[in-house]
C-alpha cells in the first residue's frame, strides 16, 4: 500500500534561519495537503498543492509539489517562535483515502 | 459555521469498560476520519468513511475497537474493554471528498 514518509522527524531551528522538511510516496499522489499542529491543538490544514511541479506561497512558507507528483517540501524562511509544531504532510491515494506522514517537530531556539 | 466537534473533550475510565465517543462533522462533508494519537507522537489512522461505500476499518488496531457513522452524519467510536495502552487524544476530521480535512478539538482518553 502507499506510504507517506516525511525527513526529518524532528528540526531544531535557531530563529532567524531557514529550514525545510520533505514529504515522500511510495506512490503517485492526486494531491498534497500540509498541516501543522500546534502543541497542544489539533492539525489546522495549511495548503493543498495539485499540480505537478506547483510552487504555492504563504509568507514566509513555500511549499512545493514534484514534478513525479511523489514528493513534496515545506521551506520555511527565517524562521520565528510562532512556527513552532509539527508539520505533516497529507496525499490522497487511488482510492481516494487520505495517508499522513509521521510529521516534522519543528523546536526553534530564540 | 460551526466546525468539528467532538465529545466528551476528556474521558476518564477504568480499565475494562466500554467508552462512546462521538464526532460531529461538519455538515454536508461526506468524508469523515478517525485517528489516534499519543503524545509526541503521529496521527495513527483508525477508520474513513466515504459517503455510502463501505468504511476503510484497516487501521483498527483490534476487534475491540468499532466505528459507525449514522445517516451520513454523526460518527461514534466505541472501544470496549479498555485498556491501557488505548489512552491517547482521539481526533475526528471531516472534508468534502478530497478537500482539506477539518480536525475536532480531540478525545482525550485516559484509562487508569
Known amino acids: 500500500g502507499q506510504q507517506v514518509m516525511q525527513i526529518p522527524q524532528y528540526q531544531h531551528v535557531q530563529e532567524g534561519e531557514d529550514f525545510t522538511t520533505y514529504c515522500n510516496s511510495s506512490?503517485?499522489?492526486?494531491?498534497i495537503q500540509w498541516y501543522k499542529q500546534r502543541p497542544g491543538g489539533h492539525p489546522v490544514f495549511l495548503i493543498q498543492?495539485?499540480?505537478?511541479?506547483e510552487v504555492k506561497k504563504q509568507k514566509r512558507l513555500t511549499f512545493q509539489f514534484g514534478e513525479a507528483k511523489k514528493n513534496s517540501s515545506l521551506h520555511i524562511t527565517a524562521t520565528q517562535t510562532t512556527d513552532v509544531g509539527t508539520y505533516f504532510c497529507?496525499?490522497?491515494?487511488?482510492?481516494?483515502?487520505?495517508?499522513f506522514g509521521a510529521g516534522t517537530q519543528v523546536v526553534v531556539t530564540p | 459555521g460551526a466546525g468539528v466537534s467532538q465529545s466528551p473533550s476528556n474521558k476518564v475510565t477504568e480499565k475494562g469498560k466500554d467508552v462512546e465517543l462521538r464526532c460531529d462533522p461538519i455538515s454536508g462533508h461526506t468524508a469523515l476520519y478517525w485517528y489516534r494519537q499519543s503524545l509526541g507522537q503521529g496521527l495513527e489512522f483508525l477508520i474513513y468513511?466515504?459517503?455510502?461505500?463501505?468504511?476503510?476499518k484497516s487501521g483498527l488496531p483490534s476487534d475491540r475497537f468499532s466505528a459507525e457513522r449514522t445517516g451520513g452524519s454523526v460518527s461514534t467510536l466505541t472501544i470496549q474493554r479498555t485498556q491501557q495502552e488505548d489512552s491517547a487524544v482521539y481526533l475526528c476530521?471531516?472534508?468534502?471528498?478530497?478537500?482539506?480535512?477539518?480536525f475536532g478539538p480531540g478525545t482525550r482518553l485516559t484509562v487508569t
Open positions: 468513511f466515504q459517503g455510502n461505500s463501505a468504511p476503510d
Open positions: 476530521a471531516s472534508s468534502l471528498d478530497r478537500a482539506e480535512q477539518y
Open positions: 506512490t503517485t499522489l492526486s494531491n
Open positions: 498543492l495539485v499540480k505537478s511541479g
Open positions: 497529507a496525499g490522497h491515494d487511488s482510492w481516494g483515502k487520505l495517508q
